[in-house]
T-cell receptor, first 113, second 110 residues
Framework: NAGVTQTPKFRVLKTGQSMTLLCAQDMNHEYMYWYRQDPGMGLRLIHY???????AKGEVPDGYNVSRLKKQNFLLGLESAAPSQTSVYFC????????????FGPGTRLTVL | GDSVTQMEGPVTLSEEAFLTINCTYT??????LFWYVQYPGEGLQLLLK?????DKGSNKGFEATYRKETTSFHLEKGSVQVSDSAVYFCALDSSYKLIFGSGTRLLVRP
């Protein structure tokens, strides 16, 4: 049971380049989330999904797009990267039941030059 | 909207000292409350939770009690170890989304 995995672990981009971060979970969870973590700001929700084929905006969605074509995968895209998107990105998933415990991936450290 | 406020760090303690990290929240209704821990270079792990008022969550010697009257969920441990050095996040469940505090870094010295 791998839990939540993220690909890649590290990436350096130049301003204006695009990339996709992949999140996969093997727990058959309905809900999936993308967060960014910046120093002194905790985790902020970018986008989330409550089931296959659905997506919704979180607290800081600008500059990002997401897709949930398969239940186990949640993709985060940056179409034109900016230095302000330098951050650590975490994916999480939950069953959506009871108290909504979320399980987190190991993170992707992205630097935009 | 819902929000979580936790004490700023870093908190530096000697091994075996008593730990308190304060957390207060603002929310409509009675959300579930969580403490997550992040060890260096890793993702977040659930440390403990409480789902209703007066519940006490506990795990690995850490405890926190859901106090409705003071809207608080302070994290405590009686005797910290060097291995407890990490960043601790308080969070609440808001319509199946988690709202996090800014995190408190704990450093425990031998």
């Amino acid at each position: 049971n791998a839990g939540v995995t993220q690909t890649p672990k590290f990436r350096v981009l130049k301003t204006g380049q695009s990339m996709t971060l992949l999140c996969a979970q093997d727990m058959n969870h309905e809900y999936m989330y993308w967060y960014r973590q910046d120093p002194g700001m905790g985790l902020r929700l970018i986008h989330y999904s409550v089931g296959e084929g659905t997506t919704a905006k979180g607290e800081v969605p600008d500059g990002y797009n997401v897709s949930r074509l398969k239940k186990q995968n949640f993709l985060l895209g940056l179409e034109s990267a900016a230095p302000s998107q330098t951050s650590v990105y975490f994916c999480a998933s939950s069953s959506g039941q009871f108290y909504n415990e979320q399980f987190f991936g190991p993170g992707t450290r992205l630097t935009v030059l | 909207g819902d929000s979580v406020t936790q004490m700023e760090g870093p908190v530096t303690l000697s091994e075996e000292a008593f730990l308190t990290i304060n957390c207060t929240y603002t929310a409509t209704g009675y959300p579930s409350l969580f403490w997550y821990v992040q060890y260096p270079g890793e993702g977040l792990q659930l440390l403990l939770k409480a789902t209703k008022a007066d519940d006490k969550g506990s795990n690995k010697g850490f405890e926190a009690t859901y106090r409705k009257e003071t809207t608080s969920f302070h994290l405590e441990k009686g005797s910290v170890q060097v291995s407890d050095s990490a960043v601790y996040f308080c969070a609440l469940d808001s319509s199946y989304k988690l709202i996090f505090g800014s995190g408190t870094r704990l450093l425990v010295r031998p």
